[in-house]
């Protein structure tokens, strides 16, 4: 039991106290066993990836001994043990030892061992233990260092361990590390200088690196804690500037160029900083580290003469707080310059420059990502109107665009060594035309020159009549640019863009014919407004048109950068397309217009290769080239969209005047072209139509088509205040009562009959149906794969009239059969696209009503359904189509009411819901009812439950309806037993406002609102058709599944219902005296009944809210600041809120019959706060907000958080 034997580590001796009353020396022993060199393996294990458990054995005592076990703990580092050979070169006898060195990478720490032996750990000189500012004593964190221990290093071997990294050190000038170094054994003196320590930083271990050698100055055993320089000697440390390395490397590079040198770039290159040794392999950077390597090194004796003894050696090497220091914090500068000029009318000039530097920035930019090259640029830009030029009445207008720019960037590295000022590295070449082309190759280089006339065209000028033929109605553009650039990766990169457009755009308000408008006859009875009022228009209000040709040229060639001297062919990517586009609105009458809009887009392929005058191969090239422009090119995609809007005139009916409607149809064209080297599998086309109809009815004017309820609604006439009027709108003078003749007053006044009030009150209440509204829309879409025509005109192909007119216009007529019959689609049996159709429809309603002034009740109902049908269509080897592998799925979603079911609450023991003991019992009775209608049940039953054969329990058939039925509380045995209802349910928000008209209210209460809404929306996620579905003739299901059921038709995975009471029942009042009042009850629930696990999720939440604030109005405080008050005045506004909420989570499974709630929480939220403005922009605001939570699964631990301060808000003024 000695340190270094058997992997101990370490011993450290405690004094403790036995029950006797003596005191005892006792031994803690630490470990440190190397996981990945065991002593031996047993059976076939290979890695550490499935490590299921550990085993500890004793054995090998003569008596019995106590043991107490501290810890065990797997200790996880960075470093790893480097496995690679690390001999020096020359020669070695085979055998000698090497497989019997053994290396031990750890750690040491001042914790666990500050009273080691031989060598207590100690902190280095300088450096001070962290503390841990999260803890509320501030305890201080163990600081530890790397510990390599050795032992039969042989002469000219090494050990080390590595990490990878990602590093740029080049802003930073030099590198530290503390190390210690004592002998392994003391039997085995070591001499100072017997061995070195080393670190390498490259790109790699062993090709590419940079490589720092100290010789270790080693500690005597039996140091003194107190000795912190003999623990950690300066001899030891690493203390090197980067520049030692970067020298060193050009030093290597001179002598790599001259000429008979065996310096290699491959071979170790050394240079000596002082007794330390710096070694160069290969190419490696600072600004680039990928690994770190630490190691201890046994340098091989290399002659008879040399002092080396040539022994194995035993060491333990420290090593701790590697950093980098000596931050280059040296900034750049930058300029900007502009000047512009204004032409007179014609037009301006505009010259830029700027320059920048190596190290500038934006401030938002840390300092090693701020620019690393000297960047200068100019531009010049110039725009002239050139119409300026030709007489103002001839509406010519010629805008012309020309810039030119270059930028250079001289980089401060030198690209090929990115840690080597270029600066420097270009002064180590003699030659100046060398220095002068690694300058140039260097640079990066870019020109651009860009020249154009947008938008040429010609005003109209005076009030001519607009012709479809006018030169004002087109409109030319043209526009060249091009970019050259050069850079140290790219020895030329040059783009060429040309853009030629023509426009036409053709504009008018045509005049609107109405054949029948100044028929009397017709003007005199409002019931024929629908014959008077038919207008048509004889023209379209605008056509519109544009093609653009758009080509880029680009060529590039990549520069060899390698001394293998490669031929690199350039790199030509050339795109030249061809887009038109055309658009047309024709409003066929006022309330019916059509607009048409369509695009197309086409490649004009060029030959491959260089596109050049000089070229042998031009001409053929260009003949090419042209018969594609003379063909308009290959279209690659074509796509039209038409809307027709027509505002349906029923409401020119007088019987049907408060009803309005509209129906709009979209239908779109989508045509594809499959790539060319796809040729044979076809194109894609795709269409699909929308069908929209909306409708809303103002109930108040059908109420007002009758006399006696449009007299109710209107208002009352002189109310008091107002100032009564005569018939002709005048004010009328009244005289007080005592200028009035004394005449004789009747003695009975006139009063209303409380059977006209019981009547006006009951009909006003029956009018409070004020509006509603209607939505209908329903898409349906068609892809089509393996269609081989191609489009001509409007994405025909007339020849063959593919693919059909009422196709192109969104008709899902089925066009496959056709297609088949007149060879449209290609015979390929390779073609894997699925055909595709899809339709979704949604409907939704809203209505309001007001049965009594200030009580309005919002109802809104929606239906969403989707599906989608994929299937394969395609030929066989034969040439026979047919389908494959149809299938459909698709959503669906509905409001509904689940109310009656709302308030059932759980066991409080069993967590058991009536809701869910009635879905179970409702099963039977929807069983029953499914095998009565299906003629393939057998009429046998299951056993003795009941559930007849084929609708079981756990049935999707049976389960659906009877969970809608048990949740919704109807009669299971008259429910429908669609999954998908027809008809969606009403949802509603209730407010009133009227609560101040009651006189006890109004006394107390300046504003008091009541409110309520209901929402639920029963789910089905997804469903799928059942590739095992089977029916007869009628309809009915014949195929059942392994567990004697029939299958469904539509697989469904799950369906949800989600309910909300949002809020049940809310108060908002605000008091005479300023204080606000909030009260309100809210509830939610979510069920979601899974069929895969037959399993219902419930999750239900009660929150009850109490709120107040209240506004105290000019509140003043004095604020002193400089020896100067400053009297505050703004009005200080309070606020306290208290809310409970109780979240619960419970599963409820089917088959187990067991309820299990999964998760849950009480939360009581606190919230007081109060805020004051200070000024307009400054306000301060205290506050105090908790939240207790108090879970109600044994997993989750209670807890508390209370955040409480004030903040303050400044407001910038805009």
């Not at 710096?278 to 046994?298: A, D, E």
């Not at 020119?652 to 080297?677: D, Q, V």
């Not at 829309?777 to 593919?802: C, H, I, K, R, Y």
């Not at 019992?921 to 056993?943: E, F, H, Y």
Request: charged share 25%; aromatic share 12%; with cysteine.
């Amino acid at each position: 039991m000695q340190v270094g034997q058997n992997y101990i580590t370490d011993v450290y001796p405690a004094v403790v106290t036995l029950k006797n009353g003596n005191t005892e020396t006792v031994n803690w022993y630490q470990f440190k066993i190397p996981v990945k060199s065991p002593d031996k393996t047993v059976g076939n294990i290979q890695g550490f990836n499935s490590i299921r458990f550990m085993r500890m054995f004793f054995k090998g005592f003569n008596e019995p001994v106590y043991c107490r076990f501290a810890t065990l703990e797997l200790v996880r580092g960075q470093w790893r043990k480097f496995n690679n050979s690390l001999l020096a070169a020359g020669e070695y006898v085979p055998g000698d030892g090497f497989n019997e060195t053994t290396f031990d990478a750890s750690t040491v720490n001042i914790e666990e061992n500050g009273k080691r032996t031989p060598v207590p750990y100690v902190i280095p000189p300088g450096i001070e233990r962290e503390i841990n500012l999260a803890t509320t004593n501030l305890q201080k964190l163990n600081e530890q260092a790397l510990s390599l221990r050795l032992c039969n290093l042989q002469d000219g071997d090494a050990r080390a361990v590595y990490k990878t990294a990602d590093l740029d050190v080049r802003m930073y000038k030099r590198m530290n590390m503390f190390v210690h170094a004592e002998a392994g054994k003391q039997s085995e003196p070591l001499n100072d200088g017997d061995l070195t320590v080393f670190i390498r930083l490259g790109t790699d271990f062993n090709k590419n690196y940079y490589e720092y050698e100290i010789p270790l100055k080693l500690t005597p055993w039996y140091t003194s804690a107190t000795e912190v320089y003999n623990i950690w000697p300066t001899e030891n440390q690493f203390n090197f500037p980067f520049s030692v390395l970067q020298q060193a490397k050009i030093d290597r590079n001179i002598k790599l160029r001259e000429e008979g040198s065996n310096v290699t770039l491959n071979t170790p290159f050394y240079v000596y900083d002082g007794n330390n040794r710096v070694t160069v392999v290969g190419n490696p950077t600072l600004s680039s580290i990928k690994t770190i390597m630490i190691g201890v090194r046994n340098p091989k004796k290399a002659t008879l003469s040399d002092s080396d003894d040539g022994q194995p050696k035993c060491v333990e090497v420290w090593v701790n707080e590697m950093r980098l220091t000596d931050f280059d914090n040296q900034g750049g500068w930058a300029a900007n310059t502009r000047v512009s000029t204004n032409l007179a009318d014609i037009g301006n000039v505009t010259l830029a420059g700027s320059i920048s530097t190596p190290g500038f920035g934006s401030i938002d930019k840390k300092v090693a990502e701020r620019q690393k090259e000297t960047i200068m640029q100019y531009d010049v830009a110039t725009n002239i109107e050139l119409g300026k030029f030709f007489p103002e009445k001839s509406g010519i207008k010629i805008p012309f665009h020309f810039d030119y720019s270059e930028m250079v960037s001289n980089p401060q590295y030198n690209p090929l060594d990115p840690d080597i000022i270029f600066k420097d590295d270009l002064e180590s070449y003699a030659d100046k035309n060398a220095r002068d082309s690694i300058k140039k190759i260097s640079q990066d280089y870019t020109q651009r020159k860009s020249i154009n006339f947008m938008n040429v065209r010609k005003d109209r000028v005076g009030s001519k009549k607009v012709r479809l033929y006018d030169i004002e109605n087109f409109d030319l553009t043209y526009a060249y640019t091009e970019i050259n650039h050069s850079s140290f990766d790219v020895v030329f990169d040059n783009k060429k863009t040309y853009k030629g457009a023509l426009g036409y755009n053709f504009s008018i308000n045509p005049k609107n014919v109405t054949p029948f408008g100044k028929i009397k006859f017709l003007q005199k009875r409002k019931s024929l407004a629908l014959i008077k009022d038919f207008n048509f228009y004889y023209l379209p209000k605008s056509l519109s048109f544009r093609t653009d040709l758009d080509r880029m040229y680009n060529e590039s060639l990549m520069r060899d950068k390698t001394e293998a001297r490669l031929i690199i062919e350039p790199n030509y990517v050339k795109t030249f397309d061809w887009n038109r586009l055309y658009n047309m609105r024709f409003d066929l009458t006022r309330s019916l217009n059509v607009d048409f809009s369509a695009m197309a887009n086409a490649r004009i392929d060029e030959p491959a290769g260089r596109i050049d005058k000089d070229d042998p191969d031009y001409g053929w090239k260009k003949d090419s080239i042209m018969d594609n422009i003379r063909e308009f090119g290959r279209v690659t995609l074509y796509n039209h969209t038409m809307n027709a809007n027509y505002n349906i005139p029923i409401n020119k009916i007088p019987l049907f005047n408060w009803i309005s409607a509209n129906a709009r149809y979209t239908g779109t064209y989508n045509w594809r072209a499959a790539p060319l080297s796809l040729q044979m599998l076809g194109n894609t086309i795709e269409n699909s139509n929308t069908k929209q109809l909306n409708g809303n009815a103002n109930m108040s004017s059908l109420y007002n088509k009758i006399g006696y309820l449009r007299k109710l609604n209107q208002p009352k006439r002189n109310q008091p205040g107002q100032v009564p009027q005569n018939a002709k709108g005048k004010k009328q003078n009244v005289k007080e009562e005592e200028d009035l003749p004394d005449t004789k007053k009747d003695s009975v006044e006139k009063k209303e009959s409380t059977a006209k009030i019981i009547l006006d009150n009951t009909l006003k209440f029956l009018m409070g149906v004020k509006n509603a509204s209607i939505n209908y829309s329903e898409t349906n879409g068609t892809l089509l794969p393996g269609f081989t025509p191609s489009p001509v005109a409007l994405g025909q192909d007339w020849n063959l009239m593919a693919p059909g007119t009422d196709f192109v216009l969104g008709s899902q007529r089925d066009i496959r059969y056709d297609a088949v019959t007149h060879n449209w689609i290609t015979q390929d049996t390779l073609l894997n696209t699925p055909f595709l159709r899809t339709q979704t429809k949604t409907l939704s309603a809203r209505s309001t009503i007001e049965p009594i002034t200030g009580f309005k009740i919002e109802l809104t109902a929606n239906r969403n359904e989707t599906h989608s049908r994929t299937e394969f269509f395609k030929a066989d080897s034969n040439g026979n189509f047919a389908s494959y592998s149809p299938m459909e799925n698709g959503t669906f979603s509905i409001s509904y009411i689940t109310w009656n079911t709302a308030w059932a609450g759980d066991n409080k023991t069993t967590y058991s819901n009536k809701n869910f003991e009635n879905f179970k019992k409702l099963r039977i009775i929807i069983a029953q009812r499914l095998a009565q209608q299906n003629p393939n049940w057998s009429g046998q039953t299951v056993d003795s439950t009941g559930f007849p054969q084929g609708y079981g329990p756990t049935s999707q058939e049976v389960l659906v309806p009877a969970f809608l039925a048990a949740y919704t509380g109807k009669d299971a045995s008259i429910f429908d037993l669609n999954p998908f209802p027809e008809i969606p349910m009403p949802n509603w928000r209730i407010t009133y406002d009227g609560l101040t008209k009651i006189k006890w209210v109004e006394k107390y209460f300046k504003t008091a609102r009541l409110a309520h809404a209901y929402r639920s929306t029963y789910n089905v996620g997804s469903f799928v058709s059942n590739i095992n579905y089977r029916e007869d003739d009628s309809g009915n299901p014949t195929a059942k599944d392994l567990l004697d059921n029939f299958i469904a038709k539509n697989e469904i995975n799950q369906i949800s219902i989600s309910e909300q009471f949002s809020p049940f029942i809310s108060l908002d009042a605000t008091m005479h005296n300023s204080i606000m009042v909030k009260l309100e009850i809210k509830k939610s629930r979510n069920l979601g009944m899974s069929f895969s696990n037959n399993q219902l999720t419930e999750t239900t939440s009660d929150e009850y809210v109490i709120g107040s604030g209240y506004r105290i109005p000019d509140v003043q405080f004095v604020l002193k600041s400089g020896g100067k008050s400053r009297n505050l005045k703004s009005d200080l506004n309070l606020r306290a809120d208290f809310s409970i909420r109780k979240n619960k989570t419970v599963l409820r499974k089917l088959v187990e019959n067991f309820d299990q709630i999964s998760a849950g929480q009480r939360i009581i939220s606190i919230n007081l706060s109060a805020d004051y403005n200070i000024s307009q922009n400054f306000m301060v605001r205290v506050f105090y907000d908790q939240i207790i939570t108090n879970p109600f699964v044994s997993s989750v631990f209670p807890n508390a958080n209370t955040n409480a301060g004030f903040s303050l808000r400044f407001t910038l003024a805009p």
